[in-house]
């Protein structure tokens, strides 16, 4: 264990606990109505701000006869709150992409555009989860075996139970640099389902076919 700015704690001292906090905490939210609302139309059904706006004014026109206003009055309203939700505070970024490589006679027309990508960092993603309380108890946090104790039969269970986390953990061991870091394995799934079927290891480019065939597994280490 160590403290919040990752000074390592003396043997036996427990890290600090968190702050206690109310069942009906729902900040930035006001309540768990908003939440929902925000959850449907934001993350559920990615409703556009045309849309948004409609629904808040049917809800709106609805709840005038009882002197009462809807969740957000309008999209603008809905990002403002969810923009200021602190567990989700990596901020985007963004960078324009064009092809540059060989083109041919009739070149396609993609080759002319430009692309933009927008992507959260994923290192301070990784640690936002990890520093996350609610995981605690979620996440394996270094590789492990298993065995079944009545004939020693090995156990498969998630992915740090696999021989490559095991493997990768003891062989970097070894260096001295990484004794204040633990290997993190963060598998992102692609919810539009458009990835190619044969996923890739970012790091060693080798197709790889499993279960979840539309994921994409990459490895980190992160410092304490």
């Known amino acids: 264990p160590c403290t919040a700015d990752g000074v390592f704690l003396a043997p036996g001292v427990p890290p600090t606990p968190l702050p206690p906090k109310s069942h009906n905490d729902w900040s930035p939210y006001h309540n768990n109505i908003e939440f929902a609302t925000a959850e449907f139309a934001f993350k559920q059904h990615h409703m556009s701000n045309a849309a948004a706006d409609t629904l808040f004014d049917l809800m709106a026109a609805l709840l005038a006869k009882h002197n009462d206003s809807p969740p ?32 041919p006679e009739n070149a396609p027309s993609w080759m002319d555009d430009e ?70 394995l963060v598998v992102v799934q692609n919810s539009e389902r458009n990835l190619p079927r044969p996923c890739y290891w970012t790091r060693y480019k080798q197709p790889v076919r499993h279960d979840m065939s539309h994921s994409v597994c990459a490895h980190m280490f992160l410092t304490l």
């Open 72 to 103: 957000f009055a309008d999209h603008k309203d809905l990002h403002q709150v969810i923009d200021t939700t602190q567990l989700g505070d990596v901020p985007w970024q963004g960078f324009s992409v064009q092809y540059t490589g060989e083109r």
């Open 115 to 184: 692309y933009d990508v927008w992507y959260r960092d994923p290192h301070l993603m990784a640690h936002n989860m990890l520093a996350n309380p609610t995981y605690k108890k979620e996440i394996d946090y270094t590789p492990f075996r298993e065995y079944d104790v009545a004939d020693d039969t090995r156990r498969w269970k998630d992915f740090m139970s696999g021989d490559w986390a095991w493997e990768q953990a003891a062989s970097h061991s070894y260096n001295c640099s990484n004794w204040s870091k633990f290997l993190t």
